[in-house]
């Protein structure tokens, strides 16, 4: 597999939530720690983030525009040839899913899920940077500035997707949603518990 960095987008404000997502926690674990965790378990050399977090290999953006921007910081310190992107608030992400998106060859400036802008895999090129550059520019109107323009621009290919993984894009933005999304986690954990130790039981002499 090609050496590919990894970004966590987690700049934002979370004024829907009420306090920063990125620090809410599932079994002790952060969301922000998950990201960084899922992204490296994918094979990613290095991950950044995108925000400003002590202690992490924050990746701040400078414009404060959203996700674009902190894509164009991600992309201003990747050294490798493709930029692996994952959103903070996306609890139910797998690393497989990232993994078959890594792996899938694909000709254009990126890939990722269809009817899904993330997690993205982008190449790191001119042609991305520039297109961010275009929407960022002062001059561009904000409501042109948005992930759906960019990935019109950027031509960036969908990969069919299974209804059954749906759910695991979906994201955490309002506490409605987060408690959801523990209710949901504290439904699967245990079956996923008992089914291990019924494979147990049946392995044992």
């Keep these: 597999m090609q050496?590919?960095?990894g970004l966590v987008l987690a700049g934002g404000r979370s004024?829907?939530?009420?306090?920063?997502k990125a620090l809410l926690?599932?079994?002790g674990e952060t969301l922000l720690n998950r990201a960084v965790r899922l992204l490296e378990l994918s094979g990613c050399k290095e991950v950044f983030i995108s925000g400003d977090y002590y202690g992490q290999r924050s990746v701040p953006d400078r414009a404060q525009l959203g996700p674009l921007a902190g894509i164009?910081?991600?992309?201003?310190?990747?050294?490798t040839e493709k930029?692996?992107?994952l959103p903070v608030d996306m609890p139910y992400m797998t690393s497989e899913l990232l993994q078959l998106l890594m792996r899938f060859?694909?000709?254009?400036?990126?890939?990722s899920y269809a009817d899904a802008q993330f997690p993205l895999l982008l190449l790191n090129n001119d042609a991305n940077r520039e297109i961010l550059a275009g929407l960022l520019a002062p001059e561009t109107p904000a409501n042109q500035r948005s992930m759906h323009q960019f990935c019109h621009a950027a031509l960036i290919i969908e990969l069919?997707?299974?209804?059954k993984y749906q759910y695991c894009f979906e994201n955490t933005n309002t506490p409605a949603e987060w408690q959801?999304?523990?209710r949901r986690l504290n439904e699967t954990v245990p079956k996923v518990i008992g089914a291990a130790a019924r494979r147990q039981e049946s392995e044992s002499p």
């Design 25 to 27: 926690e599932i079994n």
């Design 180 to 182: 959801l999304c523990q």
């Design 160 to 163: 069919p997707i299974s209804p």
């Design 105 to 111: 060859a694909f000709a254009g400036n990126g890939i």
């Design 72 to 79: 164009a910081a991600g992309l201003e310190v990747c050294k």
């Design 15 to 20: 004024s829907r939530m009420g306090t920063n």
């Design 83 to 85: 930029l692996l992107i």
């Design 3 to 5: 050496k590919i960095t």
